[in-house]
């Protein structure tokens, strides 16, 4: 038998070209395109949740890195490129009405308790750290007041999504969207594709996120199962209730597909690495699961309910995994 060196390769479904680092900054690079976006349709406003996010991330991982250096102790993330990828979207993924100090709550419990305590005591990230810190803050904040914790407002739990009625006469907060420069009113279901000044930071544009959300998930080779899964079952799902209940189907598939906190989720967070499905089966069963639970808890008017059923589905990941199990392969002999 020959002596010879063995050489490690890594998983297929892991080896993708390039390392963890790389891969965060060219997230962070194509996340960056929407916050530009954002900011362009939302404001000043959005920019002050962006950099109050990634600025709280980036503090909290220089002094932690800094200590780990001190002690002698090999640094839990030897770049920032990751940080900076879960800072920026908290920072997209907060409400543009939240206040600034929420945002900035959100921002801390993720890098804290999801990003470093989690993978220090549970060695891998079982919860999406920016999904799992905004419904732990937001969920306390409820508690108080159900205006301040945002996951009910009065707006929402005024709407009437039962009926298409209902849904056409909850639609006046798109309605009042005009796009500058050209002057061009917008309809409900155009301002939920093209121009949102309501909502999640992130979903200002749906059409932008759409775009890039597609060129990055081809180009860092995100989980697209998951992402057309939910995608094609919300289709289904909001279009069939359309029908079902007559009214105005595109408006209804509008609505419930591309508000911000669906349509940036679907791409950006719902396709997180460790948190999500490794297998393929599981992967489509994960996103049709993440829809259903999604469209169900926009119906109850807990319109960023996308977050609250993706932490849900984060718990079951590894039951997603054994959906399908696959029969060990290898030689039958050797041939001598």
Same mark, same amino acid.
């Given at each position: 038998?020959?002596?010879?060196?063995? @050489?490690?390769?890594?998983?297929? $479904?892991?080896?993708?070209?390039?390392?963890?680092?790389?891969?965060?900054?060219?997230?962070?690079?194509?996340?960056?395109?929407?916050?530009?976006?954002? +900011?362009?349709?939302?404001?000043?406003?959005?920019?002050?949740?962006?950099?109050?996010?990634?600025?709280?991330?980036?503090?909290?991982?220089?002094?932690?890195?800094?200590?780990?250096?001190? @002690?002698?102790?090999?640094?839990?993330?030897?770049?920032?490129? *990751?940080?900076?990828?879960?800072?920026?979207? +908290?920072?997209?993924?907060?409400?543009?009405?939240?206040?600034?100090? +929420?945002?900035?709550?959100?921002?801390?419990?993720?890098?804290?308790?999801?990003?470093?305590?989690?993978?220090?005591?549970?060695?891998?990230?079982?919860?999406?750290?920016?999904?799992?810190?905004?419904?732990?803050?937001?969920?306390? /904040?409820?508690?108080?007041?159900?205006?301040?914790?945002?996951?009910? $407002?009065?707006? $929402? /739990?005024?709407?009437?999504?039962?009926?298409?009625?209902?849904?056409?006469? *909850?639609?006046?907060?798109? *309605?009042?969207?005009?796009?500058?420069?050209?002057?061009?009113?917008?309809?409900p279901a155009q301002s939920l594709f093209l121009w949102q000044t309501h909502g999640w930071i992130g979903g200002a544009s749906s059409l932008v996120v759409l775009v890039v959300g597609a060129v990055t998930a081809y180009w860092l080779r995100y989980k697209w199962r998951i992402i057309v899964s939910t995608l094609v079952s919300m289709i289904i799902l909001a279009g069939g209730m359309g029908i079902y209940l007559g009214g105005d189907p595109i408006l209804r598939i509008a609505f419930h597909v591309f508000t911000g906190s669906a349509i940036f989720l679907i791409f950006f967070m719902a396709t997180e690495p460790q948190s999500t499905p490794m297998t393929y089966h599981g992967q489509y069963v994960f996103g049709i699961s993440l829809a259903v639970l999604t469209f169900g808890l926009q119906l109850l008017n807990v319109l960023g309910g996308s977050i609250i059923a993706l932490v849900i589905l984060n718990v079951f990941t590894d039951q997603f995994d054994k959906i399908v199990i696959k029969k060990p392969y290898g030689h039958r002999g050797v041939k001598k």
């Open positions: 038998m020959r002596n010879e060196r063995l @050489k490690k390769e890594e998983p297929p $479904h892991i080896h993708i070209g390039f390392d963890k680092n790389e891969l965060m900054l060219k997230t962070f690079l194509m996340m960056s395109i929407i916050a530009f976006a954002s +900011v362009i349709v939302m404001g000043l406003d959005a920019f002050i949740h962006i950099i109050t996010a990634l600025g709280t991330v980036l503090i909290v991982h220089s002094a932690i890195y800094s200590y780990q250096v001190w @002690k002698g102790i090999e640094p839990t993330y030897s770049s920032p490129a *990751s940080p900076m990828v879960a800072g920026m979207i +908290v920072g997209l993924a907060m409400p543009i009405a939240a206040p600034f100090e +929420v945002t900035a709550g959100v921002a801390l419990l993720t890098i804290l308790a999801f990003k470093y305590g989690q993978g220090k005591y549970f060695k891998r990230k079982y919860l999406n750290p920016a999904a799992a810190s905004k419904v732990i803050l937001l969920f306390l /904040l409820s508690l108080k007041t159900l205006n301040e914790g945002l996951l009910f $407002h009065t707006h $929402h /739990l005024d709407l009437n999504l039962m009926t298409a009625e209902g849904l056409q006469s *909850s639609m006046w907060i798109f *309605s009042r969207e005009t796009l500058p420069v050209i002057g061009v009113d917008l309809s």
